[in-house]
């Protein structure tokens, strides 16, 4: 059972464009998280979706951040008109359900902005 | 949105030293997890617990979490390099909200 897949790992984006990551969850998972981790911190709560649903997006900037998590395919992260502020490690966790409490972690997708 | 604090922030021991890491929130939590990610991953989850009062050992890593259930704390006996990390803790908000403390980075020095 592969594990949660993130990409690109590392992606370098000048200010303006846009930058789109992608995460797999792991099979079977219908929960997805997205993190945001900046250098020596910790991890930041950006959304939280379930299949085709954005349950909870309090943690994610109003203007140029978008998340989705269709219903076939990958969950993807969208940020458009980059600045250097969003450079960081940009974290992706699954879970099965509300219940195990475990979440399995994607080794990121690291978003340089120059 | 609750915080938790993280202290240490940095810590260096030797080999075989003890230590103890703290996570302390002025919020109550359901339950509460310890992670630990090393350079270039992510995290992995160590443990959880959810009842006030509960001690959890795995090896030489010992996990409590406060009465109150708002702080926890992870004592290693006899670190070793390989216990090198960031040691993130992080509380249950209601059913599924995952809120990271601020991160522990330990090395342990052969």
């Known amino acids: 059972n592969a594990g949660v897949m993130q990409n690109p790992r590392h992606l370098v984006r000048r200010r303006g464009q846009e930058a789109r990551l992608r995460c797999s969850p792991m099979?079977?998972?219908?929960?997805v998280y997205w993190y945001r981790q900046l250098p020596e911190e910790g991890l930041k709560f950006m959304v939280y979706l379930q299949k085709e649903n954005i349950i909870d997006e309090s943690g994610m900037p109003k203007e140029r951040f978008s998340a989705e998590f269709p219903k076939e395919g990958p969950s993807i992260l969208r940020i458009q008109q980059v600045v250097r502020g969003d450079s960081a490690a940009y974290f992706c966790a699954s879970s099965p359900d509300l219940n195990t409490g475990e979440l399995f972690f994607g080794e990121g997708s690291r978003l340089t902005v120059l | 949105t609750q915080l938790l604090e993280q202290s240490p922030q940095f810590l260096s021991i030797q080999e075989g030293e003890n230590l103890t890491v703290y996570c302390n929130s002025s919020s109550v939590f359901s339950s509460l997890q310890w992670y630990r990610q090393e350079p270039g991953e992510g995290p992995v989850l160590l443990v959880t617990?959810?009842?006030?009062?509960e001690v959890k050992k795995l090896k030489r890593l010992t996990f409590q979490f406060g009465d109150a259930r708002k702080d926890s704390s992870l004592h290693i006996t006899a670190a070793q390099p390989g216990d090198t990390g960031l040691y993130l803790c992080a509380g249950v908000e209601g059913t599924y909200k995952y809120i990271f403390g601020t991160g522990t980075r330990l090395k342990v020095l052969a």
């Open positions: 617990v959810v009842t006030g009062g």
């Open positions: 099979k079977g998972h219908s929960h």
